[in-house]
């Protein structure tokens, strides 16, 4: 009996760090408009969407589109609308972009005009506290699509920090009622 109740105290433990170093988010570009050109001309709808988060490494975005594309592109073709030479390209309808590096990325849509009528993006990833800074990367390797994760709204990243902070909470309490 000793025995279990050691393992479990080691096992629950485990669990409570495990997930007070595990804070990486989903976040659904645009949210439920997904990702697509803004509506009469609203060129800072993206660039609104993103400022309303904070990125850090370790999440990952989610773009939801039709007939279009998602592009990671450097800061002068972030600037001229230019889509030659991406960084990172993909056209499924559903691309998964982990942030696999701090520093700040810029996104345009790959169709002819969506770019110049606002359907852009800049992301600033921030590193994680006890991390060392900036990997120096300058592209993201680690690149998925077609994912069918359920990710998160953007706007309730909060929620969804609270909601691991109370499980953490929990987790401390179901450890000291049983030891």
Known sequence: MALLMSF?????????FSMLHS????????????????????????????SRNRFQVGDTIHFKYKKDSVM??????YEHCRSSHPIFFSNDGRTEFDLDHSGTLYFISGAA?????????????????HSE?????????????????????????????????VLEVIGLLVSLLFF
């Open 72 to 77: 990671e592109v450097s800061e002068e073709d």
């Open 23 to 50: 804070n990486a988010f989903d976040f659904e570009v645009g949210d439920e408009e997904g990702w697509a050109v803004p509506p009469s001309r609203n060129t800072k709808l993206y660039n609104h969407w993103a």
């Open 133 to 165: 800074g900036p990997s120096g990367s300058q592209s993201s390797s680690n690149q998925t699509a077609g994912s069918s994760t359920s990710p998160e709204s953007p706007d309730s990243s909060g929620a969804a920090q609270a909601t691991a902070s």
């Open 8 to 16: 479990t105290k080691r096992l629950l433990l485990t669990l409570l």
């Open 113 to 129: 005009g969506h770019c110049e009528r606002g359907q852009k993006m800049i992301i600033k990833v921030l590193s994680h506290p």
